[in-house]
């Protein structure tokens, strides 16, 4: 089943380091498929990979002007001199380097799409949304079309992180209006959010690993080690914002993860490779604690009593009134309280001969 990945996957890994790349290139050797890029999918990742190098190296600059003028004693390289057009060129023989394809594999998009484009934005027909726009991924799914027919088993994958353009809202799959597309051009687009989803479809049945083998197997201290390394100011930013506090409480941004971490097994699949290396993915919930400092507004409610003489007329002698003023007297005082946020974690682990041969983070989200 050849493939095609949309621009959105390769923006969240340039370099190609998920290991759901590994998987569908050894899935598209294994299967003696391929992978195929419409030109517009091309023509967006260059301007995207010049635009990322042009901003990294304009933080580059930036900050080495800061050091050079702070440093005192230590020489400082000369900003060195980037082709950043030429990198972006080279950065597409990369791609066709990691996946084994060419400018053969390149589809060309058709001057004949523009009136069924102008259409679908008249109609507001999907993938192009509400507003008439999204005329590029109206290109995208027009050239999608095309080429599954083009097939012989008229069957692709896409890969695109878009559900707003190319599903319906809370679905992980094509739109029933684009499904019924399909079905009148005799094809079938299987559609997938993520490298990860892609892979789980097409996992491997291994009869040793069971939900108890992983338990027993996995070093658990070596996956909470991997997975404390990803918690950083992002994370307690927003454990912050989200604590709750009484009325007279509020934080004073001192926040400390404490030694304590649990976890637990959460989903697993497996897939194998051509050489017979196993990748396990695992999914696992972690639950940790946090230390926050707030501070604490007391007031304490009081009497006093304020006195006034005045002069009975009648009698002529000084009387005394006597008055009940409430009084509240106020203080600080520190304290600490307790949050214990969950977290799912995703792994990679390598397992060869029946034995785990390296951990390797994926991705995390909130539990």
Known sequence: MDTIIDTNIF??????????????????????????FPSIVVEEIKGLYERVLKERFDEYRKSTSKLKSTLL??????????DIEGESNRYIEFLHSKFDTSSK??????????????SRAIQRKK??????????????????LDYAESTSEKIIAFISDNPTDFSDKGESKLSKELIE??????????????????????????????????EKNIDKTVIEKLFVEVLGETQEEAIL???????????????????????????????????????????????????????????HASMRYDYSYRMNSRTGEPE?????????????????????????????????????????FKDWDWG
């Open 11 to 36: 923006r969240r890994d340039l370099k190609l380091n998920d290991k759901g790349f590994e998987i569908l290139i050894d899935y598209l050797a294994k299967t003696n498929s391929k992978l195929v």
């Open 241 to 299: 914002g989200d604590l709750s506090l009484e009325r007279n409480e509020e934080s004073t941004g001192y926040i400390n993860r404490t030694d304590y971490i649990g976890s637990n097994l959460l989903d697993f699949f497996v897939y194998e490779k051509r050489d017979g290396t196993i990748l396990l993915n695992v999914e696992m919930e972690f639950e940790t604690e946090y230390e926050i400092e707030i501070s604490r507004t007391i007031e």
């Open 181 to 214: 597309e399909t079905k009148k051009r005799g094809v079938d687009i299987k559609y997938f959010r993520t490298l990860n989803d892609f892979a789980k479809e097409h996992a491997s049945v291994i009869d040793f690993i069971t939900k108890e083998w992983i």
């Open 73 to 82: 004693y230590t020489e400082m390289p000369e900003t060195p001199t980037i």
């Open 127 to 144: 993938p192009l949304n509400d507003k008439g726009q999204q005329f590029r991924d109206g290109i995208l799914w027009l050239t999608l």
């Open 320 to 360: 005394m009134d006597m008055d009940y003023i409430p009084y509240y007297d106020v203080e600080q005082e520190a304290d600490y309280k307790f949050d214990y946020p969950l977290f799912r974690g995703k792994f990679v682990i390598s397992i060869k001969d029946k034995k785990i041969d390296k951990y390797e």
């Open 105 to 118: 594999n390149i589809i060309p998009y058709k001057n004949e799409y523009l009136p069924e484009l102008v």
